[in-house]
């Protein structure tokens, strides 16, 4: 890992090589506004230009394998979803289908109840 913390203070913005002059750190609109090249900041952060684009590279690399997982996981979790909602609707059906039972058995209890009710009724007065 990289130390960031030796790079404060140096010079933000336009940074580029100039053919007559060589490298150029532009801080202002003026063609005079350069940086003085004495800046320690600076000259660190040119030192470690190559360790900051491996750094750059390297991040690239991590953050594409960790955009494979991500959508890979998001597949999954779509195909999760999707059997879940098979399950729940298969769920609700079965619910369903035992609701009706239900209300079918409690109709033919209360329909043997009144029959009963009345074969007992029917018994009594003959019995007499």
Known sequence: M??????EGHTEG???VDDEIGLVIKWGDMPHDFVDMENKANAQ??????????????LREVND???GD???????VAEDEAGLKDELEATEAEVKR???????????HLKESAEVKRLRRWLMTTKR
């Open 2 to 7: 990289i130390d960031t913390n030796k790079y």
């Open 14 to 16: 336009e940074w580029r």
């Open 45 to 58: 952060l040119m030192a470690d230009a190559p360790l900051l684009l491996a750094e750059v590279k390297r």
């Open 65 to 67: 394998e960790l955009q």
């Open 70 to 76: 991500l959508e890979q996981f998001i597949e999954r």
């Open 98 to 108: 035992l609701r009706e039972e239900k209300t079918f058995l409690w109709e033919t």
